[in-house]
């Protein structure tokens, strides 16, 4: 019987929808297995996110080769019937869901149509740092200029919910841009469970430069299912 645990969900969506930085503290050992050996999971998601969602589960299959033996089914399905055909048959449901892909840049168009404004009118764009490929599709469905987008992800990896901030705080030290005011485009998304937008002035002598160190902060949680 396959099983659904918030567990595999989780330590999949993690590695496999947000790119995480430190990839060895991903414990794939403990995602439910069949009886030899292999992980199977489902993915469902838009039919015309089929070429992106293919690369990821490759590059996915490749980053952690060796560590499990996955089989990765993906399977084009409607947003619209998603819960229908999960509820119909919860055994045979997907696995991991991928729909955050296009609601993401669909919030955001909703975004610059309620407030009458547009992407080339900010001065810089702080994107969530997913993943390359996430942050790539993201820019291009909401048509910003490739210019004013911030990416941190090639020197800090995908800090989750400190992204977007590092975005500035790594462009100011890199550019020392301490003085005078910036217009942003702060764009925020998880899982597909929540999304946010933000547009602001800052005054760039506000930002920290980043400090790097070795301590840890241990805010005792232990469990897998949160990321």
């Known amino acids: 019987m396959k099983k659904k645990i918030l567990t595999i969900t989780a330590l999949i969506l993690a590695a496999f929808l947000s790119g995480c930085g ?14 030899d050996g292999t992980v199977h999971l489902t993915v469902w998601g838009g039919a015309e996110d089929e070429e992106l969602l293919r690369r990821i589960i490759e590059t996915f299959e490749e980053e952690y080769r060796g560590q499990a033996d996955f089989q990765i089914t993906y399977q084009p399905q409607s947003e619209s019937h998603c819960t229908d055909a999960l509820m119909a048959d919860l055994e045979n449901g997907a696995d991991v869901f991928t729909f955050s892909i296009k609601d993401a840049p669909k919030a955001a168009k909703e975004f610059f149509q309620h407030f009458d404004c547009a992407p080339d009118e900010f001065d810089m764009i702080s994107i969530h740092q997913a993943n390359k490929l996430i942050v790539d599709n993201v820019v291009k469905r909401i048509k910003a200029p490739k210019e004013k987008v911030l990416i941190s992800l090639d020197r800090y990896g995908n800090t989750r919910g400190a992204s977007t901030a590092i975005n500035i705080l790594d462009y100011a030290e890199r550019n020392q841009a301490y003085s005078g005011t910036k217009k942003i485009l702060n764009f925020a998304f998880g899982i597909g469970l929540n999304i946010a937008l933000a547009a602001f002035e800052l005054d760039m002598s506000r930002c920290l430069p980043i400090i790097k160190t070795r301590e840890v902060f241990d805010d005792g949680i232990t469990s897998y299912t949160y990321f």
């Open 22 to 35: 430190d990839t060895g503290t991903v414990p794939v050992e403990e995602a439910p297995l069949s009886g």
